[in-house]
């Protein structure tokens, strides 16, 4: 199984930006799909943005369009989420995870079989 840590959250400003990474360890995970999800206060966890590691196809929630980038560094087995144009509706604690889903699945957070800790994103108005 797949460990993760993500980091680089914080608080940003309207308008701010914010990379988050995710450091993945344990077995071979170049196979998986690598997802963000976030969740707000009150709010379902939803999906983000997704990137099959081995290919780098990638799919993006309709809000994320524009302003998300995913990405990995292989070298560095670490996962992005480039994040620009913030809004204080993107608040929340994000989440990478990782799972051999199928892609046609990827947006369901129940296909993922490894999930770090979480951190949290705060934009202020």
């Known amino acids: 199984q797949v460990q993760l840590v993500e980091s680089g959250g914080g608080v940003v400003q309207a308008g701010g930006s914010l990379r988050l990474s995710c450091a993945a360890s344990?077995?071979?995970?170049?196979?998986?799909?690598l997802a963000w999800f976030r969740q707000a206060p009150g709010k379902e966890r939803e999906f983000v943005a997704a990137?099959?590691?081995?290919?780098?196809?990638?799919r993006y929630a309709d809000f994320a369009k524009g302003r998300f980038v995913i990405s990995t560094d292989n070298a560095k087995n670490t996962g992005y989420l480039q994040m620009k144009s913030l809004q204080p509706e993107d608040t929340a604690v994000y989440y990478c995870?990782?799972?051999?889903?199928?892609?046609?699945?990827?947006?369901?957070?129940?296909?993922?079989?490894?999930w770090g800790q979480g951190t949290q994103v705060t934009v202020s108005s």
């Open positions: 344990g077995r071979a995970f170049s196979r998986y799909v």
């Open positions: 995870a990782a799972g051999n889903t199928i892609w046609g699945n990827i947006e369901n957070a129940s296909g993922y079989i490894s």
């Open positions: 990137l099959r590691w081995s290919v780098s196809n990638t």
